[in-house]
């Protein structure tokens, strides 16, 4: 497998992921790092398809829960359109929805 390549939606999204909480960005870099090398064809609880092309890595850590929404973006390149950190159950429709916006862009874009 091997050379998959993760980028981000802008530099603002790198940013916000690369400020979590120590613990809940180790865990999410290694599972880039396994996206890198492997592939994204990842499972619970590591990763989830959410519909439509739009799937999230899911990390959690004493610190509390992230999530990053990633599409494929070309052959082998992983778009991360938004990653959050959680302060409800559910996953907020307001992050959701602006990942779906995102998707939508990077996929007309293509």
Known sequence: MGNWRVVYYN???EVKILAWPQKLLERYLRIVNLIESEGANLRMPLARALGDGLF???VKAKDGIGRAFFCYAVKQEVMVLHGFIKKTRETP???????QKRMREVKYAI
């Open 11 to 13: 530099s603002k999204v």
């Open 93 to 99: 429709l307001k992050e959701l929805k602006l990942a």
């Open 56 to 58: 999230e890595i899911r």
